[in-house]
């Protein structure tokens, strides 16, 4: 007598389910009530820790930034340096002391006013906690404080580009009183934090009693977007304000869309192809020149990266400080005949006694670049030369680099300050990085005395000088800079790109 | 009888701990024996000999791997799973916040191909060689062999540009609920904001199908030939025989028996699940440990790497001995 109920039971149950699961998919949800102006800002990537000392990636970066102020920051939209928590800045004449005048009445999210002395803290216990940004502040002897209001760096070195380095985040002061920084981080920044759930979003809500005044939102909700894919989705639903990390091929499909605003601006970051020149064939400096001539650079600009991206010519991107516009002009361009010849004339007529060279790449950062490197491959087969591609993970590659075992890599080069000496002085001089093995005692010497001329026209002289020797001597097949994007609501206002990805969501309203 | 149980429980208790100590044993040397390192992953390629020394020695990774595995064992067996070089936190807590999202989402989609692979396997198996049979048959193969990228891809355009439904994350990002349990379709609820709870019901559904619909196509197959083979069986035909309601020998006798290979299959599936599935947490971003192991090997974050898979390890075991244990409940001739 109980098979009845027996069978009613998962019957009822199914019809349960399918009866909520239509009702659900027929009513749509309401939209969510908004007391509040909360900003979504949709991002590909999870910040690593909130503590600027220790802070060393974009994502982490983009929420610290907003936490906390800086010593100096960027006039908008440029890579001209602005006031900040300094309200003025100066420097020795050799570039070795420099001052920064801090403004008054600054306080921290707990009540702490700014003072010299707590910048000197800061400092010390950035470089004192050895985390993976302390790099930066090797440079720095001693800090000394004036007067209240008064820091002074001394330096080991004459360093021109100081000041831009005052931009960086491991530069924002923390009280000294605060505890669990990572946890419970305490600026002088336009927002707090108010919750983090690790991989899924950060809250930020505004500081109302903002030294610049209050920002214009109430709330900032980082959401986490692990595929880009999903990101345009969420973009294009209206579930994000604001998408930072769409991928480039949806930015032709998106710009049409006449909901959303596009922003978009030259960027510092470049990606190039290096060559070992430590062993054979790459210590050949005319093979370099033919395989500069051979790739077709025009390809990967407009059919790769269908414009979203403009040709490096040389060491430096156009927007960066030095940057020399004859590059363009003296700069290698397609040109297959001239290659062959340059190939002919190094020993290899057609690639003849050349063995097949490898590429190494790491493609889960930038997808594009397995696509790059295939129209690489591709255009080196055409004068005779062959190329195996390896794409490896990231720790991978990193590992062979640093080992000197490749032949040819490519990968993109992240200023950490916008100077030309953080592109000159790492990668082209033998005393910085030297992953290819590159070495010119004319460009070692350039690059220090560049870094020690506080003048802007004497260096913006030797920057000039060193772009043409550089060029010349052909270590890198220079590639590309890609540019900026961020998509947004049109009802959202004020948000500005920066070259240098300083992401600011203090001007940011939405009316 | 029930000494013969125990013994059993406590055999199977004993081999646990020593596989446990095992994987504990070669995740540490394979995490470590991976080209790159922790500190050149986040530095990147400004990662300069004396950059990466002094982050590593700071991190305590320029110790033999003896003397890392000694400190890291002593820590273990206090219970610390040790802090993640990148991120700074200990390793359970970083485990412990991913893990509502994972359990969530596994059981609801468990639950789905359940319903969905047993039912229909059923189904195939009372109506065996027919075109319903054949139908459902091949539907299941399908499903089991979806690759789940694909799959995954196909859900999130239908349910999110073409049904227009929302879709990625677990919550819509504007909607503010306090955190009880940590399992959104319970906190929404225990928040009393039924919209919010419709926004987390629909955004569940597509990754849970991403993962259902391959659990019910190996179910549908599964529970199929089972009961097959269990309607062919002599006590079944004497049911039959005995002019037994065709209902109560499906029940009683049939699907009873046929369950023993299903719980087994399911219940490791289950604790596959448990684990994460990167790829569906990463088109629907949804805060799983999937990706959090993910990042870790990409980053060589050797500590967390270490602390999910002991996890991992440890479910996994769990799982078994319970659908071990189960075996002797549903099939009294085990019990010996």
Known sequence: ???????????????????????????????????????????????????????????????????????????????????????????????????????????????????????????????????????????????????????????????????????FTIFSPVPPNATNLEENPVGTGPFKLESWKKGEQIVLT????????????????????????????????????????????????????????????????????????????????????????????????????????????????????????????????????????????????????????????????????????????????EIGVNVRIVDLDWPSFLDRLFNHDFDMYMVDWFPDYVDPDDWVTPL??????????????????????????????????????????????????????????????????GFTLYPAYYIDFYPVDKV | MARNILQYVFYRLLQSILSVFGAVVIVFILSRVLPGNPAAAILGPKATPENIARVTREWGLDKSYLEQFIVYFSRLIRGDLGDSYIMGYNVSRLIAERLPASLELVVFAFALSLVIGVTLGALAARKHDTKLDLALTSLSVMGFSFPTLLLGVILLILFGVNLGLPVGGRLDARFTVKTYTGLMLIDTLLNGNINAFIDAFMRIIPPALTLAIPLSGLLVKLTRNSVLEVMNQDYVRTAKMKKLPEKVIMYKHVMRNALIPIVTIAGLYFAVLVTGDVVVETIFAWPGLGRLVWEAVTLRDYMVIQGSVLLVSIIYITVNLIVDTLYVYIDPRIRG
Request: aromatic share 10%; no cysteine.
């Open chain 1, 1 to 167: 007598m109980s098979f009845p109920r027996k069978t009613l039971i998962p019957v009822v149950v199914i019809l349960v389910v399918a009866v909520v699961a239509a009702a659900l998919f027929l009513v749509k949800p309401p939209a969510p009530q908004q007391a509040e102006k909360k900003l979504v800002v949709g991002t590909t990537y999870d910040p690593k820790t909130l503590d600027p000392a220790l802070a060393y990636d974009i994502a982490s970066a983009m929420v610290v930034q907003n936490i906390y102020d800086q010593l100096l920051g960027y006039k908008p939209g440029s890579t001209d340096l602005a006031p900040r928590l300094a309200e003025r800045w100066e420097s020795s004449e050799n570039a070795t002391v420099w001052t920064f005048y801090l403004r008054r009445n600054v306080r921290f999210h707990d009540g702490t006013e700014l003072t010299a002395d707590i910048v000197k803290y800061s400092i010390e216990r950035a470089k004192q906690l050895q985390g993976p940004p302390a790099f930066l502040l090797d440079v720095v002897d001693r800090v000394e404080v004036v007067d209240k209001y008064t820091v002074r760096f001394v330096l080991k070195y004459s360093f021109a580009p100081f000041a831009s380095l005052a931009t």
């Open chain 1, 428 to 493: 082209f001089s033998s005393q910085g990085l030297n992953i290819d093995g590159y070495n010119n005692t004319l460009v070692d010497q350039l690059a220090l005395k560049a870094r020690q001329t506080v003048d802007p026209g004497e260096r913006l002289e030797i920057y000039k000088q060193l772009q043409r020797i550089i060029v010349d001597d052909a270590p890198w097949v220079f590639l590309y800079v890609p540019k900026l994007y961020a998509f947004m609501q049109s009802n959202v206002e």
């Open chain 1, 206 to 381: 505004a500081n109302k009693d903002y030294w610049r005044g209050p920002p214009k939102l109430d709330k900032v909700i980082i959401k986490i977007y692990p595929d880009p894919a999903t990101l345009r989705v969420a973009l294009e639903k209206g579930e994000v304000d604001l998408a930072l990390g769409i991928q480039p091929q949806d930015v032709e499909a998106l710009s049409k869309n006449p909901n959303i605003k596009m922003a978009s601006i030259e960027g510092l970051v470049i990606e190039y192809l290096g060559m070992n020149q430590r062993r054979e064939p790459f210590n050949n400096t005319l093979l370099r020149k033919a395989i500069n001539y051979a790739i077709d650079y025009d390809y990967i600009l407009n059919v790769v990266l269908r414009g979203t991206a403009s040709r490096l010519y040389g060491p430096l991107p156009p927007a960066v400080f030095g940057y020399d516009p004859d590059v363009e002009k003296y700069g290698y361009k397609y040109n297959v005949e001239q290659a062959r010849k340059l190939l002919a004339e190094a020993g290899y007529p057609d690639g003849k006694g050349l063995r097949e060279l490898e590429l190494i790449i790491s493609s889960s950062e930038r997808a594009e670049r397995k696509d790059v490197a295939a129209v690489i491959q591709r255009s080196l087969k």
